[in-house]
């Protein structure tokens, strides 16, 4: 259940992430609220997660989420750059998600 918890933290991480952007500076009112609430259920569920989990591990696929989300969303809904080396960049940070948890950072 923890890294249930750990994923959610990140894909609202994500949101946060996408909020911030739409906030235009904080000078757009729902953006910049969202920022707040989505910023207060990520870092709380990483908490969470936290409580069960080794923190550098939890950690890293809680920002390995929110890096690889919201460089994807850059891309595929703000129109960002897409490039071979994003892509192959986004593969790294995924296989060394991946590469920690069989480590053993896994409970």
């Known amino acids: 259940m923890a890294w249930v918890i750990i994923i959610a933290a990140g894909l609202f991480e994500v949101a946060m992430a996408y909020s911030l952007k ?5 000078s ?9 609430v989505f910023a207060l259920l990520s ?4 908490a969470m997660g936290l409580k ?3 923190v550098g591990t939890a950690y890293a696929v809680w920002t390995g989420i929110g890096a690889v989300g919201t460089a994807s969303l850059g891309m595929i809904v703000l129109g960002e ?3 071979f080396l994003k892509i192959a960049s986004i593969a790294l ?3 060394g998600v991946v590469g920690l948890n069989l480590a053993g950072g896994g409970h």
Request: hydrophobic share 55%; net charge negative.
């Open 22 to 26: 739409m906030s235009h500076g904080f």
């Open 28 to 36: 757009v009112p729902l953006p910049s609220v969202s920022f707040v």
């Open 43 to 46: 870092f709380g569920l990483l």
């Open 52 to 54: 069960s989990l080794e």
């Open 81 to 83: 750059d897409v490039s």
């Open 93 to 95: 940070i995924l296989a």
